[in-house]
């Protein structure tokens, strides 16, 4: 019987003692496995208590960042995304971005009080035209909210200047598209743009997109978030000529180092369920 006690002495003694890895604590308390040298980028974008299309309520964005916290992911900035994408940074095991789209009030409202209780931060991809003028249905940030939420660690960047939109491409009407990425109709003069004319908007935007953000917030980094998430090679190179070095699109995937283009992940739909957010997340982060 002593030499049993003694035994299971033995065994508390080293269970104590013996080092146990990350990933074992980690499948201890079943959370997901972490990934290494990778990052998620979430999207969202508006946030109200009526649910629908790209909109969710405080409780669901509540609920994805209760979830983050408690399964173990190390939510990051922006910033030090940036760097570690131009191989200038390492970043933790598990490390998520969370970012949101166009510009709206419901931020600072909705999302930051919530992020706070985590000590998250994210960063906001704003529409310039519409925190310069507040000309829109659904309100946007103003400047001073923004320097505000940028004193406590939140950041905002480019979703264009005034090219949040779709128009026509042609005479008809009928076929339209983004007009970032797209030459567009022009009624007045009865034609499309030419390329010239095309690119010299394009360039203009991101000139001033640029100059509006480093006049108001002083920004050092230069990213972007392109609407509807379309672009081309020419409007990439335009962006760069602004300075823009990021560039963030829709599409799914996890993020590795040394890509200047950055997948997103999609949580700002209703249609995502608590289950359903952290499968996506076990998904990408395989």
Do not use: C
Not at 37 to 48: A, E, P, Q, S
Not at 84 to 104: H, Q, S
Not at 145 to 164: D, I
């Amino acid at each position: 019987m002593r030499m049993k006690v003694i035994a299971a002495l033995l065994v508390i003694a080293l269970a104590i003692t013996w080092p146990v890895s990350q990933y074992q604590l980690n499948a201890a308390t079943n959370k997901p496995a972490h990934y290494k040298n990778k990052v998620i980028v979430l999207m969202y974008h508006h946030i109200d208590e009526k649910e629908s299309g790209a909109t969710i309520s405080p409780n669901r964005f509540g609920t994805h960042m209760k979830l983050l916290k408690e399964n173990g992911y190390n939510v990051i900035s922006v910033e030090q995304f940036a760097d570690f994408m131009k191989k200038k940074a390492t970043v933790p095991d598990n490390a998520v971005v969370i970012t949101f789209d166009d510009g709206y009030e419901s931020f600072d409202q909705y999302a930051v009080p919530i992020m706070k209780k985590y000590n998250f931060v994210g960063t906001h991809f704003i529409i310039g035209a519409s925190s310069d003028n507040q000309n829109v249905h659904t309100k946007h940030l103003t400047w001073d909210t923004m320097r505000k939420l940028k004193g406590e660690g939140n950041s905002f960047y480019s979703h264009t200047y005034n090219l949040h939109e779709y128009a026509a491409l042609d005479k008809k009407g009928k076929k339209k598209g983004p007009i970032l990425s797209n030459p567009i109709y022009l009624p007045d003069k009865g034609r499309v743009e030419t390329k010239k004319e095309y690119m010299t908007r394009v360039e203009a935007d991101a000139q001033l997109m640029e100059k509006r953000l480093k006049e108001e917030l002083n920004n050092s980094y230069q990213m972007i978030a392109f609407p509807f998430g379309s672009f081309t090679s020419s409007v990439k190179q335009l962006e760069k000529n602004a300075g823009v070095n990021l560039f963030f699109t829709t599409r799914p995937g996890i993020n590795r180092p040394g890509s200047d283009e950055v997948f997103r992940l999609n949580a700002g739909t209703p249609a995502l369920t608590a289950n359903k957010f952290l499968d996506m997340m076990k998904k990408y982060g395989r």
